[in-house]
């Protein structure tokens, strides 16, 4: 498809599990952002990619998350030792670079239950 | 951090009404987005501003960049069914590359 992916779209993981969470942005678009969205609230950013470089990680609630976009393209939220708190939708964006990159997409999410 | 406030929290409108809302910041924003989004997807772009004045239309939507930088307006004519959802506004704090968001409007339109 032309839009952003993400996978899975639903994913239930007991505290203390490890989880991961890939976004396929629109191909062509450089910069890619993770954002967590909770119940009732706007979405709240995590952490930002130009190409495979992560130059913006300070939304990032603790050293449990970690992002990584390897070659560029796909992107992976993993978050360790999963907590309650951790409950949410994760969003993916993407966007292309300069004024457009305010212009950013949204994946339809990930939303992940810690029981 | 950057807050951007949104008024009103909910709205219930008659289908073919107009509908008017805002979002307001302490800060200045050089950049302002409104966004809509539908129970169990992403939020999906609307219209995107970048000068202070600015006004843009999307089809039934206008929306307004505050003469000031710290406000947006965003209205939507002759509302239809589809027009419910939760609608954000946006914009980038600073320098900052990521969107900080409103906490959202939520519309309803009756039949």
Known sequence: GAGVSQSP????????????????????????FWY??????????????????QLDKSGLPSDRFFAER??????????????????AVYLCASSLSGRAIYEQFFGPGTRLTVL | GQQLNQSPQSMFIQEGEDVSMNCTSSSIFN??????QDPGEGPVLLIALYKAGELTSNGRLTAQFGITRKDSFLN?????????GIYFCA???????????????????LP
């Open chain 1, 9 to 32: 779209r639903y994913k239930v993981a007991k505290r203390g599990q490890d989880v991961a969470l890939r976004c396929d942005p629109i191909s062509g678009h450089v910069s890619l």
């Open chain 1, 36 to 53: 967590q969205q909770a119940l009732g609230q706007g979405p709240e950013f995590l952490t930002y990619f130009q190409n495979e470089a």
């Open chain 1, 70 to 87: 390897p070659e560029g393209s796909v992107s992976t939220l993993k978050i360790q030792r999963t907590q309650q708190e951790d409950s």
């Open chain 2, 31 to 36: 950049t302002w987005l409104w966004y809509k």
């Open chain 2, 76 to 84: 939507i004519s002759a509302s239809i069914p589809s027009d419910v």
């Open chain 2, 91 to 109: 914009g980038p704090s600073g320098s900052a590359r990521q969107l900080t968001f409103g906490s959202g409007t939520q519309l309803t339109v």
